[in-house]
């Protein structure tokens, strides 16, 4: 539950930095041709440093999850390689069959 909290929440944070970034031309107090005001120059620094924080989290928080999967996988790999009396269990390899 906190895990999907806090992917919601750089989701958000993520797209407050886009909508920051795209503001002065959206909303138009940003004259196209005209040198940037300063409200322009904040909006576009503030913006582009949120998306960016939460977007290279959001990279870091997904590569952590792929990175706890393929650890689980390994595991229960493990586990399925081993008998029920403790003993490796070998998967491949030829057959070996006595005719004594």
Do not use: C
């Not at 390994?74 to 998967?91: I, K, M, N, Y």
């Amino acid at each position: 539950m906190k895990a999907k909290l806090g992917v919601s929440a750089l989701v958000l944070l993520f797209l407050a930095g886009l909508w920051l970034v795209a503001a002065p031309f959206a909303v138009g107090y940003q004259d196209r041709g005209a040198p940037y005001v300063d409200a322009t120059i904040n909006d576009l620094w503030l913006g582009g440093a949120l998306a960016g924080i939460s977007f290279v989290t959001l990279v870091i928080y997904a590569a952590d999850a792929l990175r706890e999967l393929a650890r689980r996988d390994v595991l229960v790999a493990e586990q399925r390689s081993e008998s029920r009396d403790g003993r490796p269990r070998f998967a491949a390899g030829p057959a070996r069959h006595s005719d004594a």
